[in-house]
């Protein structure tokens, strides 16, 4: 049973316009949240994070929102460039010694 | 150089053979995983160490094994690799504290197996 879900594998978005990438969980006890980044050839690399004592997140053109009450998360890109244009992994942990679970991905291109 | 580091990065081998897969890191950290990616089904934990005399069994552990041979070093050996486990894999650390949270990846190590 998936703990954390991607919905959507891929995802087209114009140039200069937002990008939404969701992710639903199922696990009440997770309270920490993560966006990971991968280009080909490369290993992720952290994006963003938010706790759950938070609802948002920013950092530059990146904005993760937390939903807890409905246990739904979404990482907002404005303005979308080229070189967004990777996959994107949610992931999500809770407090102590549990490992990171990760979604399955979507594949965000960007197009100029 | 990197701060996570694997080896090989890729390896073609055939079945029934043995195969280990190497990650060395410098980042200080203690805690380190193994991680494998396949289209459509994102990244799963194969293993996890969160200290030197520390192992845990991950989501896919059949078929794996792993040694943390040093706070360093934390290998993953399959000990008859089947073609199911062709895949990119991948090791990460983090740093020890509240969360297993930020983690960092190697290069990855791509497996076929024929």
């Known amino acids: 049973d998936q703990q954390v879900k991607q919905n959507s594998p891929s995802l087209s978005v114009q140039e200069g316009r937002i990008s939404i990438l969701n992710c639903d969980y199922t696990n009440s006890m997770f309270d920490y949240f993560l966006w990971y980044k991968k280009y080909p050839a490369e290993g992720p690399t952290f994006l963003i994070s938010?706790?759950?004592?938070?609802d948002k997140n920013e950092d530059g053109r990146f904005t993760v929102f937390l939903n807890k009450s409905a246990k739904h998360l979404s990482l907002h890109i404005v303005p979308s460039q080229p070189g967004d244009s990777a996959v994107y992994f949610c992931?999500?942990?809770?407090?102590?010694?549990?490992?990171?679970?990760f979604g399955k991905g979507t594949r965000l291109s960007v197009i100029a | 150089d990197a701060d996570v580091t694997q080896t090989p990065r890729n390896r073609i081998t055939k079945t029934g053979k043995r195969i280990m897969l190497e990650c060395s890191q410098t980042?200080?950290?203690?805690?380190m995983y193994w991680y494998r990616q396949d289209p459509g089904l994102g990244l799963r934990l194969i293993y996890y160490s969160f200290d030197v005399k520390d192992i845990n069994k991950g989501e896919i552990s059949d078929g794996y094994s792993v040694s943390r041979q040093a706070q360093a070093k934390f290998s993953l050996s399959l000990e008859s690799a089947i073609p199911n486990q062709t895949a990119l894999y991948f090791c990460?650390?983090?740093?020890?504290?509240?969360?297993?949270?930020?983690?960092?990846f190697g290069e990855g190590s791509r497996l076929t197996v024929l």
């Open positions: 938010i706790s759950s004592i938070k």
């Open positions: 992931a999500a942990s809770s407090m102590g010694n549990t490992p990171l679970v």
């Open positions: 980042k200080g950290h203690d805690r």
């Open positions: 990460a650390t983090s740093p020890q504290g509240g969360y297993a949270g930020e983690l960092f």
